[in-house]
C-alpha cells in the first residue's frame, strides 16, 4: 500500500493541528495504521496507530490524552487529530502501514510500507 501523509505546519504551543494519511490501494482497510515521529540522528518514536477496523486505537505515553487516531477505510484515510501541542512534539510525522498478524504494533520495525512524512513546528 502507498501511503502520503499531510498536514504539518507551524503552530504555536497549545495549538492543534489534524495529520491526514491517505493509501492506495484496495486492501488498505487489512492494515493496521501507524503514525511515528523522527528527529535527525534518533530512532523513530512511535506516536499512536489503529487497527483495522478502527477498534482499537494504541497511544504512547507522550500522545495518550493529547491525540486522537481515527480511520475512514471507505475513504482510505487515517487522521491524527493532534491537540494542546508543545515545543517538544516538533518533528518529522511519518505515517505507516502494517500487514496482519501484528504483533508489536508500537514498534517501527513492524511496518512495511510508509508515507514521505510531514513536518510538525511547534513554536514556544
Known amino acids: 500500500v502507498q501511503l502520503q501523509a499531510s498536514g504539518g505546519g507551524l503552530v504555536q504551543a497549545g495549538d492543534s493541528l489534524r495529520l491526514t494519511c491517505v493509501a492506495s490501494?484496495?486492501?488498505?482497510?487489512?492494515?493496521?495504521i501507524g503514525w511515528f515521529r523522527q528527529d535527525p540522528g534518533k530512532e523513530r518514536e512511535f506516536v499512536a496507530a489503529?487497527?483495522?477496523?478502527?477498534?482499537?486505537?494504541y497511544y504512547s505515553a507522550s500522545s495518550l490524552g493529547r491525540f486522537t487516531v481515527s480511520r475512514d477505510n471507505a475513504k482510505n484515510t487515517v487522521h491524527l487529530q493532534m491537540n494542546t501541542l508543545k515545543p517538544e512534539d516538533t518533528s518529522v510525522y511519518y505515517c505507516?502501514?502494517?500487514?496482519?498478524?501484528?504483533?508489536?504494533?508500537?514498534?517501527?520495525?513492524?511496518?512495511?510500507?510508509w508515507g514521505q512524512g510531514t513536518l510538525v513546528t511547534v513554536s514556544s
Open positions: 505507516a502501514a502494517s500487514a496482519p498478524p501484528y504483533s508489536s504494533i508500537r514498534d517501527y520495525k513492524e511496518y512495511d510500507d
Open positions: 490501494g484496495r486492501t488498505f482497510s487489512r492494515y493496521a
Open positions: 489503529i487497527s483495522w477496523s478502527g477498534h482499537d486505537t
